[in-house]
């Protein structure tokens, strides 16, 4: 059976609209060479960036030629896997871009784009079937907060999201509340692990106990190399995703560096 000492941590930096395919490179180098400089073990721990679809072909071509020891994967993707479907992204094309990773579900998504639990489970399955790992967002915004409690609204977001999934697929889950996101408030570190032992026993529900304690499960919301180890204490919440602080690749190294200052 897995252990939460085999989890691999996993901190990811979601890029959102920032940064053109120039930009990318340069902050890919600059955070590629200051991890390298504080002897980055990538052995324990895993980092991954997510910047807009017009980067991904220079983000890979970088990592690949320079062998870094990054992974990276896509904002989004349609639920289709091709076809008459203007402006979307097909899982085929990050799949044929080495993509590792894609977002369903944030909550940017959710809120600007009308994404319901039906669309982000339908995006789920596309990923799973062109192989990526969907990294699968929930959260509660404030008025869900008050009106259902902590774990409720991310619990119901990540059984709709695992809806016909299949046991033994790698699946990520990060939970952020919404009223954390951009806003400098953050989850207490007790909090995240409350939800994410919620979240753990949810997927054991919607896949299996093996699956549940495979399972990587990250908090998001205004995360920094400054409040990172509070949450990795946590022993379900197994990484960060990470918004703003992920443009700085000073801090954003200094957050993926978490173990030091974790002490584990
Ligand atoms: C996010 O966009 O997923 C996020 C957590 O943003 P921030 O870290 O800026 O709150």
Known sequence: MTTGADRRPFIAGNWKMNLDHLQAIALVQKLAWTLKDAAYDPKGVEVAVFPPFTDLRSVQTLIDADRFDLAFGAQDLSPKDSGAYTGDI?????????CSYVLVGHSER????????EVVNAKVLAAVRHGLVPVICVGETEAELEQHGTSAVPVAQTKAALAGVAAGTPVVVAYEPVWAIGTGKVATPETAQEVGAAIRAAIAEALTEEDAAATRILYGGSVKSGNIAGFLRQPDVDGALVGGASLDPTEFAGIARFPKHVGV
């Open 90 to 98: 097909s899982g085929a094309f990050l799949k044929a871009l080495d």
């Open 110 to 117: 959710r809120q600007g784009h009308g994404e319901t639990d």
